[in-house]
């Protein structure tokens, strides 16, 4: 595994592997994705502090909930409205036979307006400040990426107050994965416009890089950050979804992974759906 901070340090810019580039590089990001798929973007440096927070806070929630063992959405309000809260998967078919185990919780931000989630303020305190911190690297990002790609005008979807209600902080915990289950999470591209992967107990994450199988590693300083089908499609195929899986690589151990993820829409596309394909 590449130590990913080690280019912080050089003077000279390598955007030619995935690492992440120099601070105040957001060109080299861009072109990173724009040959890769995938890239880095720097957070603010208290992040990880926000982060184990919320992690903690969705393991209070869990505690409280109970472990009934079944699907459901906390706060539902429509009936289409299923990836809302939370929402407890047993029994997702992966590509090897085993099965994805997981609970994970889509906070976003009109659930701080929710009765029922009041006794929750704290934690969706942090929440917001998370996701708020994602939409600023985005909006960021995509401004660059409009500057780099200019034929098609996308970047003031992804205007930072505009889209406040498109976008998602997923928290994911997974349920003892056992040792003989090689894929956690199987292959998929992301339906969001940009997926941001804020965090990971254990590496895992990998993706399809010319023809290849490359496991990314996560970054303490920096977003994993990948293009989602939206942003293919708004930017007329010449950004293509980033096609990744998670895999189980410590063999002979009980893992219990845990990770954050944020997904940040464009405006005025409504990505709820149903949570089996949601991605
Ligand atoms: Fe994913």
Avoid at 153 to 160: D, E, G, N, S, V
Avoid at 174 to 187: C, E, F, W
Wanted: aromatic share 12%; with cysteine.
């Amino acid at each position: 595994m590449p130590n990913v901070d080690s280019q912080l340090d050089t003077d000279t810019p390598d955007w030619t592997k995935v690492v992440p580039p120099p601070l105040g590089r957001i060109d080299l990001t861009v072109r990173q994705l724009l040959k890769f798929g995938v890239s880095y973007l720097p957070h603010r440096p208290d992040l990880g502090s926000f982060i184990a927070e919320a992690d903690a806070g969705f393991e209070r929630f869990l505690a409280h909930v109970g472990d009934g063992g079944r699907e459901f959405a906390y706060g539902r309000e429509r009936p289409d409205d299923v990836d809302t809260g939370l929402i407890r998967r047993r029994g997702d078919p992966a590509v090897d036979g085993h099965y994805d185990n997981k609970d994970y919780f889509h906070f976003r931000y009109e659930l701080e307006q929710r009765p029922a989630f009041h006794e929750y303020k704290e934690w969706f305190f942090v929440c917001t400040a998370i996701l708020d911190e994602c939409r600023r690297c985005v909006s960021e990002f995509v401004a660059e990426l409009q500057r780099q790609l200019p034929t098609h005008k996308y970047a003031h979807l992804f205007c930072r107050e505009e889209t406040r209600n498109d976008d998602v902080l997923r928290i994911i915990h997974y349920r003892q994965t056992r040792p003989d289950t090689k894929i956690i999470a199987r292959r998929h591209r992301g339906r969001a416009g940009v997926v941001l992967q804020l965090w990971e107990n254990y590496p895992g994450l990998q993706g399809l890089i010319d023809g290849h199988w490359t496991p990314i590693a996560s970054s303490p300083t920096h977003f994993l950050c990948f293009a989602g089908l939206k942003l293919t499609q708004l930017t007329g195929n010449a950004i293509h979804a980033f096609d990744h899986e998670v895999i189980h690589v410590r063999d002979a151990e009980l893992v219990q992974r845990r990770s954050m993820i944020g997904f940040i829409n464009p405006l005025g596309t409504d990505l709820r759906l149903p949570t089996h394909n949601y991605y």
